[in-house]
């Protein structure tokens, strides 16, 4: 199977600056895993104030952004409202 790309969206709590600090560093770290790994290609908040981010993992599925939404310390914390993977056709690199 080829190697795809899947965009995670998610929408976070109004407070989220606020209520992200005690978990921020293992939400960081796990990011920075991934992303070291190969599998997590970027990643960052959206929005002004934030309410959301968006990662974009590469692979033959979406298997890596669903195993980081069950282990991403944020959704655990209740910070993350929803969230959904969409696989990218990307037409311009």
């Known amino acids: ?3 795809s790309l899947y965009v995670l969206f998610y929408d976070y ?3 989220i ?3 992200r600090v005690p978990h921020r560093a293992a939400h960081l770290e796990l990011v920075r895993r991934l992303h070291d790994d ?3 290609v970027m990643a960052g908040a ?3 104030p934030v309410d959301s981010a ?6 033959p599925t979406d298997r890596a952004a669903r195993v980081f939404v069950a282990d991403d310390p944020y959704g655990a914390a209740g910070l993350v409202t ?3 993977i969409v696989p990218w056709m990307v ?3």
């Open 13 to 15: 709590v109004p407070d």
């Open 38 to 40: 190969g599998v997590l």
């Open 54 to 59: 968006l990662f974009v993992f590469r692979g």
């Open 46 to 48: 959206a929005g002004d």
């Open 91 to 93: 037409v311009v690199p």
């Open 1 to 3: 199977m080829p190697e």
């Open 82 to 84: 929803s969230h959904r």
């Open 17 to 19: 600056l606020e209520r």
